[in-house]
């Protein structure tokens, strides 16, 4: 277990904040609940009576709306939070997603799908004519590879793709780092390795050399060792002597499933452990960890949403979609 | 030793301990609103119906600092600063100075824990505004070595500060 900060005071307002909008987080309960409603509109129903409601727009009835009304929930909140909080570095781990799917759009001459946050307007603009000189040091270098000028598409989309994976998983380890936090570096830590992982597995399924991996990928400490001996590791079965700690453990396990299965009961075990993990932030009365715990759960919340909507809208099979439902933080 | 130069110094140690005790105690408190006060201040932004049952948790590190101060009038009455005719030795006065600042020590720790335990408190409330008479005996709890120390001052100050001490003194002078 590890240690809390203490001393927070700083963080006292926006913890205060939170103590309400825990109370109106929903439960796993919750979510079984609806995972066995058979009716979908029986389950927009139900969702009526949750703090989804004041985000639902009339006449919703696609996917695509209904992944717009969930991630307007998610994101005015985690904003709203942003504002409140004393330094922003953990709310913009939970907006950076965001924030590199309008990098990513740019980078192609495209205009931004989300609000802006970590990167402004300006800077969007200057990286579409191929000018990454106000980003961050620590995604700079990268960027500039693969910044095309004036918006003209790039010539690899793979590269890219990979590029901005490495990039965003770094800029989220220096933002966690900031906040020098046991509790929050170690889970950061945790879901980088996990999403490294899920990256390497899905391109050796789909026969990518792993070499274009390491080499656009890194450096991601401390985790350079361990993507570099990954990728030179074809044999799949061989990783799980590999990876290491816990997610080693879940990795092993979850590869014995169907293989089908691997990947997404993969990302479910990890994302329940570290629900598990961040749920020891609930003992703090003020501090960082508080807002990245809850923001988490909000996250792992709005998974749960689109899962049992799109499951719905789809006519998927209750026991199906039960068993993906993820763990969740109340 | 000079007898006014010894009074001089016993009346000097006994004003700095009462100064000591109601300063620590006051900023104790001070600290301990200021704790309480930000939690207040979040959850009243999302619930504000709650003041009235969060400004009692928001009340509580703030009586360290009325202890302070009723240790201070108790050292100044019973010195007879407040009377004019302040004799005080310089055991006596080396003795209050210690207990003022025994006690504001005591006041200024206990009220920044208590501010933490009204935040605890706050958040409690936040979620389950049911609980509010549980959540009011947690900071209540800290309060209880705050008011032994107030005890204590007042025991204390009232035995060092007997007039046949002081008479006793002028005699031996």
């Known amino acids: ?330 | 030793m000079d007898n006014a130069l010894a009074i001089e110094i016993g009346r000097g140690l006994a004003i700095a301990g009462a100064g000591l005790a109601v300063g620590l105690g006051c900023s104790g408190s001070g600290k301990g609103i200021g704790i309480a006060s930000q939690a207040v201040g979040g959850v009243l932004s999302e619930k504000p119906d709650l003041f009235g049952r969060l400004l009692v948790l928001l009340a509580l590190p703030g009586t360290q600092g009325f202890y302070g101060f009723i240790t201070a009038i108790l050292i100044f009455v019973r010195s007879g600063l407040i009377t004019g005719q302040m004799i005080i030795t310089p055991g006596t006065g080396l003795a209050l100075f210690v207990l003022g600042f025994g006690v504001g020590l005591a006041l200024f720790f206990s009220a920044q824990w208590q501010g933490e335990a009204s935040a605890a408190s706050i958040a409690l409330v936040a979620r389950r505004p049911e609980a509010f008479g549980r959540s009011v005996i947690l900071p209540a709890m800290v309060e209880t070595y705050a008011v032994v120390a107030l005890l204590v001052a007042i025991l204390a100050i009232n035995w060092l500060t007997a007039s046949n001490d002081v008479t006793a003194f002028i005699r031996a002078q």
């Open chain 1, 1 to 330: 277990m590890k240690a809390l900060s203490k001393g927070q005071h700083r963080w006292g307002f926006v913890c205060g904040q939170i103590s309400v909008l825990e109370g109106r987080l929903m439960s796993y309960d919750f979510f079984m609940t609806l995972g066995g409603i058979e009716k979908s509109e029986d389950v927009l129903h139900r969702l009526q009576e949750t703090s989804l409601r004041e985000f639902m727009v009339p006449g919703a009835e696609t996917w695509e709306d209904w992944s717009t009304i969930i991630d307007s929930y998610v994101h005015s909140q985690i904003d709203e939070l942003k504002k409140a909080s004393p330094s922003p570095e953990i709310t913009d781990v939970f907006l950076l997603n965001e924030d590199y799917v309008n990098l990513k759009r740019a980078i192609n001459g495209k205009n931004a799908l989300f609000p802006k946050n970590v990167f402004s307007e300006s800077r969007l603009n200057e990286i579409a004519s191929g000018n990454p000189a106000l980003f961050p040091e620590i995604i700079r270098p990268s960027i500039s590879a693969i910044a095309n000028p004036a918006g003209a598409q790039s010539e690899n989309p793979i590269i890219t793709d990979i590029v901005l994976d490495g990039c965003y998983l770094r800029q989220y380890l220096w933002l966690i780092s900031k906040l020098n936090c046991p509790l929050l570096k170690e889970w950061s830590e945790c879901r980088v390795l996990s999403k490294l992982i899920v990256v390497l597995w899905r391109a050796l399924k789909a026969g990518h050399n792993l070499k274009i991996y390491q080499q656009y990928l890194l450096p991601l400490e401390p985790f350079n060792h361990l993507i570099s001996e990954l990728c030179a590791t074809t044999e799949l079965r061989s990783w799980g002597n590999i990876i290491p700690g816990i997610i080693g453990d879940i990795w092993r396990e979850c590869f014995e499933v169907s293989e089908d299965e691997q990947i997404s009961k993969f990302e479910q075990k990890v994302s329940d452990f570290i629900t598990q993990q961040v749920k020891q932030a609930k003992l703090q009365t003020m501090g960082p960890e508080r807002v990245g715990a809850f923001c988490w759960g909000l996250n792992m919340e709005a998974f749960n949403l689109k899962l049992i909507v799109s499951g719905k809208l789809n006519g998927l099979p209750s026991n199906m979609l039960k068993d993906r439902i993820r763990q969740t933080y109340v």
